[in-house]
């Protein structure tokens, strides 16, 4: 039961005025206002030609936007959550998934797939916000897990581009799992020396970023990706403080040590092109950066 009840009826919405451009010909950048044609848009990698704001990209877009000739083998498209909690919000969870389907032409919210990157055959993911906020239930977790294990006989690189709310909720602890089960399958590339680049764009947030987002080799953001584990409001309430401009945004997090790179879009393929030839290219074994950091005592400063 609610604790108060509306007697008087809501303020009803302005009724949107008919414009005489056809829907979807153009768009407004909601950070400089401008009015962009939308073929220029996605001809542009769906960034604005103007103030280089950054629109969320679907995963289709996103894979075109990093494999050579825009060529790539999928992987594991036919597994679907069975709704194992039978789990019922403010509509059942299979109606989420019916209406995430039809949105995406997907059945869950990542994509797997193996191509080349600047030559280098990779095993990329790519998660798709439009499907249930990107969430990580079972299914991602699963396909994640299996890109990476396809990986390490094959001796490819990983690549996982994120942008999710976090875990799934309609999927509970099954979907917390998925976090350890990932970043297992993480260790065992590391093991392996092959090398794991981390794409986290807005939001990267939750589980995600409490798993697989931050334990990149390196951590590549998109520029003013809004990228955390709990929510600005809620860390206000918890800590009593009013937090600082920019908080939870990728300049941020680079300047505070949690990132190595934020990088345009337009130069992602490029800068994972020269990362993974950093890593691939010579014959001795991969060593992260942070392997290297651990295995070398550290300068004594004079
Ligand atoms: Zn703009």
Known sequence: MAWFKRD??????????????????????????QAIFNKDLAANLHVCPKCAYHFRLGSIDRLRSLFDDEEW???DAGLRSTDPLSFIDTKPYTQRLKAGA???????AVVCATGRIDGIETSVAAMEYSFIGGSMGVVVGEKITRA??????????????????????????????????????LARLSQARLPYISVLTDPTTGGVTASYAMLGDVNVAEPKALIGFAGPRVIEQTIRQTL??????????????????????REMKATIGRLLHLFMDDATPVRAASAVAAAEPAPSVV
């Open 8 to 33: 008087r009826k809501p303020i009803a919405a302005p009724a949107e005025k008919s414009s005489r451009v056809p829907e979807g010909t153009w768009v407004k950048c909601p950070e400089c206002g």
């Open 73 to 75: 083998v999928e992987h």
């Open 102 to 108: 039809k949105a995406t032409g997907m059945l869950d």
């Open 148 to 185: 990476i294990e396809r990986a390490i006989p094959a001796r490819q690189p990983v690549v996982i581009v994120s942008c999710s709310g976090g875990a799934r909720m309609m999927e509970g602890i099954l979907s917390l799992m998925q976090m350890a089960k990932v970043s297992a399958a």
């Open 244 to 265: 600082p401009e920019g908080f939870q945004r990728s300049e941020f997090l680079l300047a505070h040590g949690m990132l190595d790179l934020v990088v345009d879009r």
